[in-house]
């Protein structure tokens, strides 16, 4: 038996007592009881603290034993949902190393940079090649600058598409970085047909709702049938599309004042999409 610290977002986190031939499955369900409601699955999970070994997801079954040497070295295992953001998780690795850890060397301050600059909207794909470049590096550097190398190398497979997102498409899709969210907003980042949550809101707020149908029908012509299927609208209905409580939506965003029946078909499925991000 081993005393392991389980973090991250799970329902029962804390010191556990647990067997060596336990597998990470069973820490995760039998002594956390389970990831959080809003991240249903781990999509990594973490062994040995900040600078411990990142492992997949799709790896919960290997055992502890299998990672005795990352568990003694800091006896912290860290479960992390689906908003598990790569870009945002090397910069509080860099910036740990250097307020906390004290590994404040020219090779943490350039990877900081660079991912400063991609988690702000100014990375580019010479950037991602540069990252690459550093995390090969092997000779003159201390132990911390070596994991941090080898978490970039191990981020960067298995969040490669994630990285390019960032860099070139200037986009977070797990609405972390803010400063590539869409429209500004977390709602509007993760709404599959990029609606202008904040701004239906505030029209709905006013009793403008004329200008919010508006808002939502412009959206609408603006995405193709399939992108449109997201918010349940249909292009073949026009504009007849059926209509539904304006009050209990705006009830559900705790907006007062409407008191007038005037939606489209459509608000729930993406409201209930910005609910999630909240």
């Given at each position: 038996?081993?005393?392991?610290?389980?973090?991250?977002?799970?329902?029962?986190?804390?010191?556990?007592?647990?067997?060596?031939?336990?597998?990470?499955?069973?820490?995760?369900?039998?002594?956390?009881?389970?990831?959080?409601?809003?991240?249903?699955?781990?999509?990594v999970f973490q062994v040995g603290g900040p600078l411990g070994t990142v492992v997949r997801?799709?790896?919960?079954?290997?055992?502890v034993r299998d990672h005795l040497p990352e568990t003694r070295t800091a006896r912290i295992?860290?479960?992390?949902?689906?908003?598990?953001?790569?870009?945002?998780?090397?910069?509080?690795?860099?910036?740990?190393?250097?307020?906390?850890?004290?590994?404040?060397?020219?090779?943490?301050?350039?990877?900081?940079?660079?991912?400063?600059?991609?988690?702000?909207?100014?990375?580019?794909?010479?950037?991602?090649?540069?990252?690459?470049?550093?995390?090969?590096?092997?000779?003159?550097?201390?132990?911390?600058?070596?994991?941090?190398?080898?978490?970039?190398?191990?981020?960067?497979?298995?969040?490669?598409?994630?990285?390019?997102?960032?860099?070139?498409?200037?986009?977070?899709?797990?609405?972390?970085?803010?400063?590539?969210?869409?429209?500004?907003?977390?709602?509007?980042?993760?709404?599959?047909?990029?609606?202008?949550?904040?701004?239906?809101?505030?029209?709905?707020?006013?009793?403008?709702?004329?200008?919010?149908?508006?808002?939502?029908?412009?959206?609408?012509?603006?995405?193709?049938?399939?992108?449109?299927?997201?918010?349940?609208?249909?292009?073949?209905?026009?504009?007849?599309?059926?209509?539904?409580?304006?009050?209990?939506?705006?009830?559900?965003?705790?907006?007062?004042?409407?008191?007038?029946?005037?939606?489209?078909?459509?608000?729930?499925?993406?409201?209930?999409?910005?609910?999630?991000?909240?």
């Amino acid at each position: 038996m081993i005393e392991v610290r389980l973090i991250g977002a799970i329902n029962n986190p804390g010191l556990k007592q647990v067997d060596e031939s336990s597998t990470f499955k069973q820490l995760l369900e039998e002594h956390g009881n389970g990831m959080l409601k809003k991240y249903p699955r781990p999509i990594v999970f973490q062994v040995g603290g900040p600078l411990g070994t990142v492992v997949r997801g799709t790896r919960i079954n290997d055992r502890v034993r299998d990672h005795l040497p990352e568990t003694r070295t800091a006896r912290i295992v860290a479960f992390f949902g689906e908003r598990f953001c790569p870009v945002d998780f090397l910069r509080f690795l860099t910036r740990f190393l250097v307020r906390e850890a004290r590994v404040d060397t020219p090779h943490v301050r350039e990877v900081n940079r660079i991912i400063e600059d991609i988690s702000a909207g100014h990375g580019t794909h010479d950037d991602l090649d540069r990252l690459r470049e550093l995390a090969a590096i092997e000779n003159g550097i201390v132990y911390g600058e070596h994991r941090l190398n080898v978490i970039i190398d191990d981020l960067m497979d298995i969040f490669g598409d994630d990285f390019v997102q960032h860099a070139v498409g200037k986009y977070c899709h797990f609405s972390v970085c803010r400063q590539l969210f869409h429209m500004n907003a977390p709602c509007s980042n993760t709404c599959p047909s990029n609606m202008n949550v904040p701004g239906y809101i505030e029209l709905i707020k006013h009793d403008r709702l004329n200008d919010a149908y508006t808002l939502m029908k412009r959206v609408r012509s603006a995405q193709s049938h399939e992108s449109a299927g997201f918010c349940g609208l249909s292009a073949s209905v026009g504009d007849g599309v059926g209509r539904l409580g304006l009050v209990k939506w705006a009830s559900f965003c705790g907006i007062e004042g409407s008191n007038t029946l005037s939606t489209t078909a459509g608000t729930p499925a993406w409201m209930l999409k910005a609910r999630h991000v909240v």
